[in-house]
């Protein structure tokens, strides 16, 4: 089984939401006596735009994919496009660049939003279809300030984990503009410096045919760990995002406002980065949904799926249905860094032994490449090292 180290890839909430959304539930009831029963009706082939315009260089993208059903297991598969298009309000057209290593379309580096423009997506399957999205005007940017982390030991209840969770609590402050109505995303990423880019449990990696292995070695080995080849850092992107809209609260200063949090459940030092976006109204209802419906999406007492209100239309009514959001965002972000092992307190039990596959003499131990669309050689801006 090929591994990365301490990661642990699950669903994001907004794929689940999206995925939730395109399912019609229909309720039916035999009688007053009887249970309600569900019965649903599965759709796939809907193309799924997730997107958006930053007005900071290199965090604008466009993600497509559709999804497919299997049986009763809905998945995503990626759907390459012919062409991907940013519009202003003059008719300027800027096309975008398709990075195969983050499956995704993002503006050429030369590219810079403005203020008070006005924006809108249009993109073309291989198959001749057009979608596009509704016109967003760029805000001004709202400054993200005094961003810090506290640590607390017992931050909230884990009912997974059945304890309390020790965790960097995020909180940040900034000044809403008066006299207009303003919705607000607030959102944080983290970067960690890899010693570790790959691992096989009980097994071993065979560099030539690009797997791990079953080994007789690897059998009777819990895990094998391969270093990096060269400097590596790996970004985790949270799904729990907040929302703020300045409807009781306009013009006025927004102090302390949490985040998040970062469980303390690994050592070292980490980079952690809050987002600060002011985007549309549109853009704020459409959030709101996708996070409801992830945090609603189990359980006897679940919301019914909620319509997911998207800006993307087919310019041809043949085309096929399609579903997502391209958000225009005024984004702007601050940043932390610490070293988790400076910190007073004792975090969630986690595996930080490694154990190197080392070959006998003469060959040399094999390091993986610094390789995923979450991984990067270049040092992350911020990181002071």
């Known amino acids: 089984m090929l591994v990365h180290r301490k990661k642990i890839l699950q669903t994001p909430g907004w794929l689940l939401s999206i995925l939730t959304a395109i399912t ?18 599965f759709r796939d082939g809907f193309l799924l735009i997730d997107g958006k315009l930053s007005s900071i260089a290199g ?7 559709t999804g497919v059903l299997n049986g009763i297991q809905y ?5 390459p496009l012919g062409q991907v298009v940013i519009i202003d309000g003059s008719g300027n057209q800027t096309e975008w660049i398709y990075l195969a290593e983050k499956r995704e379309y993002v503006p050429p580096a030369s590219f810079e939003s403005s203020p008070g423009e006005t924006y809108y997506v249009s993109l073309t399957t291989t ?7 509704t016109p967003e005007t760029m805000p001004a940017s709202t400054d993200l300030e005094e961003f810090d982390s506290r640590f607390v030991q017992e931050s909230f209840f884990s009912d997974e984990l059945n304890r309390f969770v020790p965790a960097f609590e995020l909180s940040g402050s900034f000044q809403d503009d008066p006299e207009e109505r303003n919705f607000y995303r607030l959102s944080y990423i983290s970067w960690e410096r890899l010693d570790v880019c790959l691992s096989c449990n009980f097994s071993q990696y065979n560099p030539f045919l690009e797997e791990c292995v079953s080994t007789p070695l690897g059998r009777n080995t819990p895990r094998f760990d391969y270093a990096c080849d060269t400097n590596c850092w790996e970004k985790t992107v949270y799904q729990n995002f907040r929302l703020f809209t300045d409807e009781f609260s306009d013009g006025n200063r927004v102090e302390g406002f949490k985040l998040g949090q970062v469980n303390y459940d690994w050592h070292g030092k980490i980079l ?17 949904v996708l996070r409801e419906q992830s945090l609603g999406s189990g359980g006897l007492n679940a919301t019914l799926p909620a319509s997911l209100a998207g800006n993307m239309s087919a310019v041809d009514q043949e085309a096929g249905g399609v579903l997502g959001y391209f958000a225009v965002a005024a984004e702007s972000e601050a940043k932390v860094f610490f070293d988790r092992d400076t910190v007073q307190g004792s975090p969630l039990p986690f595996d930080g032994d490694l154990n190197y596959d080392i070959p006998p003499p003469p060959a040399a131990p094999y390091v993986h490449p610094c390789e995923g669309p979450n991984r990067s050689t270049e040092k992350p801006a911020g990181w002071p090292e």
């Open 24 to 41: 019609v539930i229909v309720l039916s009831s035999a009688g007053c006596v009887e249970a309600v029963k569900p019965v649903y009706k």
């Open 59 to 65: 965090n604008s993208y466009l993600r497509a994919s």
């Open 75 to 79: 998945s995503l598969e990626e759907v």
């Open 127 to 133: 198959d001749g279809e057009v979608y596009e999205s």
């Open 272 to 288: 952690i980065i809050g987002k600060l976006e002011k985007i549309s109204a549109g853009a704020h209802e459409y959030a709101r």
